[in-house]
Nanobody, 121 residues
């Protein structure tokens, strides 16, 4: 079985910074893309940032220049560094990873349980 566990969500003032972490554990053979999504109350879940196994990244326009995504393949972990936070960044942030389990060759998308980020004005 595979699990994704996020951490780092908090209440922060506008202009502040937070770093989210997501660690994958379990019977993992290989992790391809890892990413972060967010869902604000009453809105659909949206992609925030994604990073390939090789380190290529892409970001939602709303966070470009403020957020960075990174990963440590040896630790099966991805990070989302969020700077210059705005009240509109308030949401539950979910980690996503495309993982192939031990002894298999197919890949499946897994989700974390989510971590709350609240930005006060």
């Amino acid at each position: 079985q595979v699990q994704l566990v996020e951490s780092g969500g908090d209440l922060v003032q506008a202009g502040g910074s937070l770093r989210l972490s997501c660690a994958a554990s379990g019977n993992i053979r290989r992790i391809n893309d890892m990413g972060w999504y967010r869902q604000a109350p009453g809105k659909q879940r949206e992609l925030v940032a994604i990073i390939t196994r090789g380190g290529s990244t892409s970001f939602a326009d709303s966070v470009k220049g403020r957020f960075t995504i990174s990963r440590e393949n040896a630790k099966n972990t991805t990070y989302l560094q969020m700077n210059s936070l705005k009240p509109e960044d308030t949401a539950v942030y979910y980690c996503n990873a495309v993982i192939s389990g031990t002894g298999t060759w197919y890949f499946k998308a897994y989700w974390g349980q989510g971590t709350q980020v609240t930005v006060s004005s």
